[in-house]
């Protein structure tokens, strides 16, 4: 006879989202042992109560599954978080430079203030990023560093100083130190598009020591499950090493402080030797790997860095050389010999068809069924390149990339080609898996609610609608890429993803009905109670209380111990630009004169036709 199960959790009066079918919405739910045990009405779960059981009343709040984020670097962004001031979601670059002169002031020598992506000048109402003339001013003797997307870095004097860049320092490849008249750096950094030149150059940085790290780390978890997030599979990144860097992340695993779910994936630290890391790896730790809460995930998002096409869109697509296909073809096929899923950066559409001929080639020899493989980004797909990711079983992982860089995609190649980039409808009608997430910290930030958005709305965060509405989600199939799609990707279907009996009793209960607010709000949206596994991991206002207690953020300089990591929008700064004069076409609504269909690149057709000085705001 089996034991009765008495929950050690019930949440009540709320309104579930269960993303299952069979069950699609609740009012309360029991967990028990770390998984759902019961979900239904109200009258159906309170009584399984016993002694022992905590009641949590939801006051009618909106609950959803916890949010999975199927492609961020958080080990990375761990490491370093502490020492970030985060930009993401300031609306004003006023306040942006009054949170950097603050952070100018407490930062000690010879620590840096760095500003690591996660924004873009768009989302500002001046629509522009600071001179360096206003680094220099506020800054003249701390270095401060400043990373816009993977497009440039802007260094201070100071900085330059640090990092020794001057009249002798020669352009990398694929980059350019931007100079005077006189051949002195400006302190501008430029990825043309290979974006090394930006993150070897953070990397001379000072680093956190180790139990700082820990810290630090813990707070980027405390900061995303503040978003409602629960899940991440990790993409790796450059100068991540495996594995080195990934100790602190398992030290926090054994002692069982991560707050979020992770499964990662190991990237190639090293230009034509990829191969020999993948086979010393595949000697070392096998897919599956750990367990539900840190478990290995396979090889990517770098398989060789021939197949790395930039994502820079203020330049030309790059042409990959003509080896990519003679590097990538051994690396496939001992993955697809290992079993090993993987998962590959591709942007544009070009790469894509490139890695589909290798994949094609490979998969007549060793079958890929069962194989969860998958493309990264894939913002310029075509329908038959969808087609053949089909009919090879592998999948698609989105992220809101565009939200960041929309608006220089439209100047580079007009308004109708971003009309579907990504085609996400065409993904899902054609059968290919897909899944959603942010490629934070960098390139984007790592707030789910502004991807959300993007994916229900299509508005860049600068405001620029990019997508027709037939391109455009609805907010159930927005949520499910966000959190039952996404376990496709890390083999883990069943698992996890819905609020379901004898899942992972992960959820989040959330500050404003995403079903319900205006569109615009989405992005506003953040939790007011994040569960993991049965266990609280973030409590905010009546809920505060039910979450542990976090040490503060280390060292006491930290950025994080001033400011969210993610801004809450200014009501009062949406209302105008800010920018000093108007255009004569638009006036103060700039965005508007992205939607002409003529690219802006044309400089002579867009600036000839409608006389438009939007694009120097």
């Known amino acids: 006879m ?21 069950n699609p919405e609740a009012e309360a739910v ?53 020492m970030e001031l985060r930009w993401d979601g300031v609306r004003s670059l006023a306040e942006a430079l009054r949170m950097l002169k603050a ?56 900085a330059l100083r640090v990092v020794g860049y001057d009249k002798n320092t ?69 100068f991540q090493n495996y594995p080195e860097d990934y100790n602190i992340v398992e030290e926090l695993h054994r002692e069982g402080q991560l707050t979020v779910r992770l499964a990662y994936n190991l990237f190639t630290q090293k230009p034509r030797e990829e191969l020999n890391d993948f086979r010393t790896w595949s000697g070392q730790v096998r897919p599956g790997q750990g367990d539900d809460l840190y478990r290995h995930n396979g090889a990517g998002e770098m398989l060789v860095y021939s197949a790395a096409d930039f ?30 899923p993987w998962r590959l950066h591709a942007t544009y559409d070009e790469t894509i068809s490139r890695a589909l ?52 995609f439209v100047e580079r190649y007009g308004s109708r080609a971003a009309e579907a980039t990504p085609p996400i409808k065409r993904m899902l009608e054609r059968g290919v898996k897909v899944g959603a997430g942010t490629d934070a910290t960098r390139v984007a930030s790592y707030n789910p609610w502004v991807s959300l958005s993007w994916l229900v709305s299509g508005k860049t965060v600068g405001g620029l609608r990019l997508y027709p509405q037939a391109n455009l989600l609805d907010r159930e199939t927005a949520l499910r890429l966000w959190t039952e799609a996404n376990t496709w990707l890390s083999s883990e279907e069943g698992k996890k993803g819905q609020i379901r009996a004898g899942q992972l009793a992960d959820l989040a209960v959330l500050s404003d009905d995403y079903f319900a607010v205006p569109e615009d709000d989405i992005q506003d949206i953040t939790s007011v109670l994040t569960v993991l596994g049965g266990k609280v991991v973030f409590g905010d206002g009546d809920f505060g209380p039910l979450a542990p207690a976090l040490p503060p953020a280390m060292p006491d300089w930290s950025p994080a111990r001033h400011h969210l990591g993610f801004a809450p929008r200014n009501p009062a700064l949406q209302v105008s630009c800010g920018c000093a004069t108007a255009c004569g076409v638009h006036g103060h609504a700039h965005a508007r004169a992205y939607l002409d269909q003529t690219p802006a690149g044309d400089a002579a057709a867009f600036w000839g036709a409608f006389g438009c000085s939007c694009w120097a705001f």
Do not use: C
Request: glycine letters at 8%.
């Open 311 to 340: 994502e820079d869109f203020r330049v030309e697509r790059p042409e990959m050389p003509p080896n990519m296909e003679g590097d990538l073809e051994p690396v496939i096929r001992l993955l697809a010999e290992q079993r090993w």
């Open 2 to 22: 089996n034991p009765v199960r008495v929950p050690e959790l019930i949440l009540t009066n709320a309104k579930v989202t269960t993303l299952d079918r069979t």
């Open 103 to 158: 952070q100018v002031e407490r930062t000690p020598a010879p620590q840096w203030v760095r500003v690591v992506g996660g924004f873009t000048e768009h989302q500002f109402a001046e629509k522009r990023l600071p001179t360096l003339d206003e680094l220099n001013a506020i800054a003249p003797d701390t270095p401060v560093f400043i990373l816009h997307l993977y497009d440039r870095a802007l260094l201070n004097a100071a």
């Open 357 to 408: 001929d290798v994949y094609e080639k490979v998969a007549r020899d060793v079958p890929f069924d069962g194989l969860h493989w998958f493309f990264d980004h894939a913002e310029t797909i075509s329908d038959r390149n969808i087609d053949r990711i089909a009919a090879l079983g592998g999948g698609i992982a989105v992220q809101h990339r565009m939200a960041y860089q929309g608006e220089y």
């Open 30 to 82: 029991a967990i028990h042992d770390g998984k759902f045990l019961a979900v239904g009405r109200r009258d159906e779960i309170l009584p399984l109560a016993g002694p022992a059981t905590r009641v949590v009343d939801l006051q009618g709040r909106r609950v959803i599954p916890g949010l999975i984020d199927s492609h961020m670097h958080i080990i990375r962004g761990g490491l370093n978080y502490n």
């Open 170 to 238: 020669p352009n990398p490849p694929g980059g350019e130190v931007v100079r005077d008249k006189n051949g002195t750096p400006t302190g501008l950094l430029l990825a043309k598009p290979n974006a090394t030149i930006l993150y070897a150059t953070l990397a001379k940085g000072p680093k956190l020591p180790a139990e700082y790290q820990k810290n630090s780390t813990r707070h980027f978890m405390r900061e995303v499950n503040r978003l409602g997030v629960t899940g991440v599979i990790d993409a790796g990144g450059g």
